[in-house]
């Protein structure tokens, strides 16, 4: 399995396959630097789209040349996605990249019918990657983004999402931990029966290419000396490398301790609809930038 964002990066160049960006609302400074370093580098042929006068200046500020890129620029949204909405349709992009826009309007706007991002009934979802150095492995995260409050269905839409996402990384049977505050099923806390649901029906193979247990908090989730000093056995306690998360706040918290106050190497991905879709946030480090354009492109 791919265990840093390194090996992540050789895989990328090894492929020698040429990934088509489109960079929404483009006047993002590290989102350029990036950019213009993975254009020099033949692994990219970006498209900008935005505020032209906008998107030149930032670049001559910074001394970024801007001749590598095309560049259409707009006066509104609606030109924005009708640009998206045509490159979904001809399938002339492979990964859409968030700029200075809102979280919530580019999500928003995303999600129309009519702008083809969306495939079928297929569920969206977002999951963060976390390279752990204490405990030597990449960690996944779902869902610090796009679904607030998971039902127990929509739980099992981002394990499956989740697990193919660490399939795409070597790992064949990801072992995924439903957490929880607790290790034991308390009624009082539904987040607790919803988990030992959808781990009973991991042991009954309705949930394939995983192994899932829960309830489990998140210690005894990837530490082994604390899953011992639980007394809590398994294929997959103190050995999560996927973690599903209660609620939107629990694992966005989580993504920034991972990666601001941990200081571990980290990206963000929004998968399941017709591309990828990197949505890091506007006061990530260029390194997340880079890190999220990565996991687009294994």
Known sequence: MLNSFEQF???VKVSGEKKRVLLWNADDLGWLKVLARYQSDGMVETTLIGDESRITAIADE?????????LQGIASQDQAMEIISK???????DILIRGTIGIKDSLKAL?????GFRIG????????????????????????????????GRKINLVNSASNFAHK???????VAMLAAVEVVYPVMPHTVEAAAIAKMSDRGQIKGCLVDGPLSMDVAVIESAARGKGVTGEVAGKANV?????IETAYGMLKAFSRFVGAPSGCLVIGGKIPYCMTSRADSD????????????
């Open 169 to 175: 990384l070597g790992d064949d049977l990801p072992k």
């Open 62 to 70: 910074n001394g970024i040349d801007l001749r590598a890129f095309k």
């Open 121 to 152: 009934k297929a569920v969206v979802s977002a999951v963060s990657c976390h390279y752990v150095k204490d405990i030597d492995r990449i960690l996944l995260l779902s869902d610090p983004v796009v679904n607030p409050a998971p039902d127990l």
């Open 287 to 298: 390194e997340t930038k880079e890190n999220s354009l990565l996991m687009a492109m294994i």
């Open 111 to 115: 999600f129309a019918k009519k702008v």
């Open 87 to 93: 490159n979904l349709a001809e399938n002339t992009s």
């Open 9 to 11: 990066r050789d895989k």
């Open 243 to 247: 973690l599903i998360a209660p609620n």
